[in-house]
Each structure stands twice: as C-alpha cells, then as structure tokens.
C-alpha cells in the first residue's frame, strides 16, 4: 500500500512541478537569465531555493548510502530526475523503487 502512494506521489512530484515550468515557458520562453532572476528575486523567494537545494544535496547524500545498503542499482537515474524535475519526484520515486526492493528480500 504504502509503495503505490509513493508512486503516486512521484508522478504528482513530476506533473505539479512541470505544469508551472511550462507556464513559465510559454510566458517567457527558455530564457534561464529570467529564470534564475525571478527564483532569487527577493529573501523570501532565496529562503524557499536555498532550502530546496540543501534539501536535494542531503537526500543525494542519504540516497547513496541507502541505496548501497540495499544494494539498489541506477542511483544516477534519482540525481539526474532531482536535477531535471526536482526532489518533488526524485524522493518519492527512490522510495518506491526502495520499497520494491526491501519486499524483495
């Protein structure tokens, strides 16, 4: 049960994020300058990336050393979905594969 809320969770981590990227797009095109300007626009908009960020390097961190105990292959595939969509996905989706694989021992 708890293994497919977590794929549910994965694919709501994969669509939310996208859904406001590709707003984002549309209204500006792929202009990263922009981008990145409006991500640190001000403290409070620094605080929220700054936190995620941290957050991303500490699940990398925790993700490695799980996925070696568990002996889980494809760990560059978790680094590159939190890097392509963001830890919204990538947590999620880990745990899933981590549940598949603890139920299989």
């Given at each position: 049960m708890r293994k497919n809320l977590y794929l549910a969770l994965a694919v709501l981590g994969l669509l939310a994020p996208y859904y406001f990227?590709?707003?984002?797009?549309?209204?500006?095109?792929?202009?990263?300058?922009?981008?990145?300007?409006?991500?640190?626009?001000?403290?409070?908009s620094?605080?929220?990336?700054?936190?995620?960020?941290?957050?991303?390097?500490?699940f990398w961190v925790w993700m490695s050393a799980e996925a070696r105990r568990l002996q889980m292959k494809n760990t560059w595939a978790y680094i590159l979905a939190s890097l392509t969509v963001g830890l919204s996905f990538a947590l999620?989706?880990?745990l899933y594969f981590r549940e598949r694989k603890m139920e299989s021992k």
């Amino acid at each position: 049960m708890r293994k497919n809320l977590y794929l549910a969770l994965a694919v709501l981590g994969l669509l939310a994020p996208y859904y406001f990227l590709f707003q984002f797009l549309g209204a500006n095109g792929f202009n990263i300058s922009l981008l990145t300007d409006q991500l640190f626009a001000n403290e409070i908009s620094t605080f929220f990336a700054v936190d995620l960020i941290l957050s991303v390097i500490v699940f990398w961190v925790w993700m490695s050393a799980e996925a070696r105990r568990l002996q889980m292959k494809n760990t560059w595939a978790y680094i590159l979905a939190s890097l392509t969509v963001g830890l919204s996905f990538a947590l999620p989706l880990f745990l899933y594969f981590r549940e598949r694989k603890m139920e299989s021992k």
